[in-house]
């Protein structure tokens, strides 16, 4: 794949929200999806939903 390939891929995918981080001294390079405000409280409050996590009775 060429440069100009990699760099499409990677405006592309910035475009969808996408987070490139370089790696640093605390950690590595990686990819994180950015969520806005709203996105973030929607999620907070999806996982609220439900109550505390009980015991599975999986073994």
Known sequence: ???ADMLA????LEELGAEFIPEDAVGGA????????????RISDWEAE?????DDDVT
Do not use: Y
């Open 30 to 41: 990686g990819v994180r999806l950015r969520f806005d405000a709203d996105q973030s409280r």
């Open 9 to 12: 891929v990677r405006r592309a």
């Open 50 to 54: 439900g109550g505390a996590a009980g």
């Open 1 to 3: 794949m060429s440069n």
